[in-house]
């Protein structure tokens, strides 16, 4: 099983909708998790860091079920800027794999006008 | 800081051929990795050191691969001899495990292609 599994979309949403993306996680070790942005061509920039609460920043919220490992990302209001592939991710957090960070395929977004 | 600095930014290269990629880290991070993304596999760990000594070299491909990390600010990772099959974008990214954060911060990487 893989460390991490997100769907792969692709989402194609208008500007202005809603969009949620979502991802599990195998290790109940874990305790670092983040969702990281990809642009056509460029590196894995981070987005935001996930935290056991939930978190928001602007448009984007980040929730975080441990019971359930499962991670999810809400983009309100899509910006035709917001077009990029989002990465789940998560750390190892056990033995050797400290420091590591286990990242999903990503999910490809696409806001049209 | 300057973020992570990678070099060449694009290679290419025939088969056979010695390929050398480079990278220097964020001033202060004490990990280094470096990565490998095609449309295929997406984005696969190669190899990461901690402190300059490789932690983990389980997903470097072949014996044809190899990194060094010499000190604190520069590593290079060497294909020889390259194949087509090496064609790919290499990321090297850093972090600051030191202060308490996993958070990595990737290079513009490298785009290689093998002919």
């Known amino acids: 099983r893989k460390e991490v599994e997100q769907d792969p979309g692709p989402f194609n949403v208008p500007e202005g909708a809603t969009v949620a993306f979502n991802c599990t996680y195998s290790?109940?070790?874990?305790?670092?998790f983040f969702w990281y942005r990809q642009d056509c061509r460029k590196e894995p920039k981070l987005l935001m860091s996930?935290?056991?609460s939930g978190n928001e920043d602007g448009r984007f919220t980040a929730q975080l079920n441990r019971a359930s490992q499962y991670i999810s990302l809400l983009i309100r209001d899509s910006k035709l800027s917001d077009s990029a592939t989002y990465l789940c991710v998560v750390n190892g957090n056990r033995g050797s794999t400290l420091g590591r960070l286990y990242f999903g395929r990503g999910t490809q977004l696409t806001v049209w006008p | 800081d300057a973020g992570v600095i990678q070099s060449p930014r694009h290679e290419v290269t025939e088969m056979g051929q010695e390929v050398t990629l480079r990278c220097k880290p964020i001033?202060?991070?004490?990990?280094l990795f470096w990565y490998r993304q095609t449309m295929m596999r997406g984005l696969e760990l190669l190899i990461y050191?901690?402190?300059?000594?490789?932690?983990?070299d389980s997903g470097m491909p072949e014996d044809r691969f190899s990194a060094k990390m010499p000190n604190a600010s520069f590593s290079t990772l060497k294909i020889q001899p390259s194949e087509p099959r090496d064609s790919a974008v290499y990321f090297c990214a850093s972090s600051n495990y030191r202060a308490s954060t996993d958070t990595q911060y990737f290079g513009p990487g490298t785009r290689l292609t093998v002919l």
């Open positions: 001033s202060g991070h004490d990990y």
């Open positions: 996930v935290y056991s």
């Open positions: 050191f901690n402190n300059n000594v490789p932690i983990d």
């Open positions: 290790n109940s070790a874990s305790q670092s």
